[in-house]
């Protein structure tokens, strides 16, 4: 069994994340296990912005999706704690992931991590790929329509 970790921020699941995951999974082949990474609320906040959804409810919500076979939320500080402790055969960077895959393989290597590294290139784009394309849209229908009076 090959085991294919997958890491992200998982927020506001949109389809963009399932495509992601199928590909990630695809990486181990017939007998592959996806372990999925949740990025913890305060990485969230550190890197981005300040999370929609709790870290506890993306896990679960990510623990739903038909791909995942196991999903963990991080560690705070050290993201490779949880990449130690895992032991993933293969790490799936998605496309729209901003690592530098060199520094990446070179610090797994000095931490005695034997995870090849892989980029996913295909990007399935669409107007809603991205959370914070959702948001923005969301923030405009309700200045624009005012669809939210009843929410």
């Known amino acids: 069994m ?15 994340h399932g495509f992601y995951l199928e590909e990630a999974k695809k990486l181990g082949g017939a007998d592959a296990k996806l372990i999925v990474v949740i990025a913890r609320d305060a990485t969230v ?4 912005r300040v999370p929609v959804v709790s870290e506890k409810q993306r896990l679960e919500v990510v623990k739903m999706l038909k791909p995942v076979d196991e999903a963990y939320l991080g ?3 050290d993201i ?3 990449v130690h402790e895992i032991k993933p055969d293969i790490i799936a ?3 729209d992931q901003n690592f530098n895959l060199d520094e990446l393989r070179k610090e797994l290597k000095n931490r005695e991590i034997n995870a090849e590294v892989i980029k996913i290139t295909k990007y399935r784009e669409s107007a809603l790929d991205s959370s914070c394309k ?3 849209k969301i923030r405009k229908m309700e ?3 005012n669809i939210f009076k009843n929410c």
């Open 2 to 16: 090959t085991r294919v970790m997958a890491t992200g921020t998982f927020d506001i699941i949109h389809s963009g």
């Open 45 to 48: 906040r550190a890197k981005k």
């Open 75 to 77: 560690h705070i500080g």
């Open 80 to 82: 490779f704690k949880i």
């Open 93 to 95: 960077i998605g496309p």
């Open 134 to 136: 959702i948001i923005k």
């Open 143 to 145: 200045f624009d329509e």
